[in-house]
């Protein structure tokens, strides 16, 4: 607080008149000990946390950039319908991982607005928010195993099979009740990276039977892996909590490390529908021919 210039301290005092610092919040509500400042009060109702949307606290951009973002998302099949003209099969892969992303999006948004309900609701809206990334990632495998394995049938219903049930398990382990606990966070990660590890199988499996440039074309494997470099930018600011932890109260509202997240999830989620339209163009037009693709 010392460090602030004297407006920003009249923002961060006109802010702790309403809301609540670190220290006066319920143990629950303590996830992040760098973010020091606008908390919401345990609103005990849904009316009441729905309410506090309108106001400025420190899950303000949380809630909206996903609720944007899962709006956008939602929408773009329309997009792609009228301005691509795909076939219903297209349309429906890049249907299926454009509204994984918006159902993760929403349920991201719809836990961040309840966060300050009580500890058991929050509780559960957490457990929904890690089902919306296993939604995404399960969504995302979708157009990629279609148009990776366009003229072998067979492993693409290997794959699609072997991602559900992959995701199916994430699923179920995400509602254990020792799931949400601190002691099991090392398992928790490693549930979740067991599910990205699955997905590379099938493109590692694509690049040893067609080699890259037939699979860069269409998996996208370029703009998969920028995909994955901006996640991973992501999940390690999100992890490190920078850069809340170098300055106290300035990001509190706007610029902490969950937003730099949330904004790294949304920019990934773009990089990857930009690969799907790719595959779809790099695609188009080809016949299968003894199941090599001949592209015209
Ligand atoms: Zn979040």
Redesign the pocket.
């Known amino acids: 607080m010392e460090s602030l210039p004297d407006d920003e301290k009249l923002v961060v005092q006109e802010l702790r008149s309403s809301l609540l610092l670190y220290a006066d919040t319920e143990k629950w509500q303590q996830s992040n000990e760098f973010l020091l400042s606008g908390y919401r009060e345990p609103s005990g109702s849904v009316i009441g946390s729905v309410k506090s949307i309108c106001q400025l606290h420190n899950e303000t951009v ?1 809630i909206y950039s ?1 609720l944007i973002g899962g709006l956008v998302f939602a929408l773009l099949p329309i997009y792609f319908r009228f301005v691509y003209d795909p076939s219903a099969t297209d349309l429906l892969v890049v249907a299926i991982y454009t509204s994984g992303v918006a159902i993760c999006f929403f349920l ?1 948004a719809l ?2 607005i309840l966060d300050n309900h009580s500890h058991a609701v929050s509780a559960f809206f957490n457990q929904l ?1 890690y089902i919306g990334i296993v939604v995404l990632m399960w969504g995302a495998s979708v157009p990629t195993i279609y148009y990776g394995f366009l003229c072998d049938m067979r492993l693409r219903l290997v794959y699609w099979g072997v991602m559900t049930f992959a995701a199916s398990c994430c699923a179920v382990v995400t509602f254990l009740p020792c799931f949400g606990t601190p002691r099991f966070r090392a398992y928790r990660a490693g549930v979740y990276a067991s599910l990205g590890l699955t997905g590379l199988v099938f493109v590692i499996h694509g690049l040893v039977l067609l080699g890259w440039e037939t699979q860069n074309r269409r998996m996208a494997l370029t703009w998969m892996v920028g995909m994955a470099l901006v996640n991973l930018a992501g999940a390690v600011v999100f992890a490190t909590r920078i850069p809340e932890r170098w300055v106290p109260y300035r990001f509190d509202i706007v610029g902490c490390s ?1 937003q730099i ?2 904004v790294a999830v949304m920019i990934a989620a773009c990089l990857h529908f930009v690969g799907v339209l790719s595959a779809f163009w790099g695609t188009r037009g080809g016949s299968c021919d003894a199941g090599q693709m001949a592209i015209n």
Do not use: E
């Open positions: 949380n996903h991201s836990y961040h928010d969950h997240f949330h």
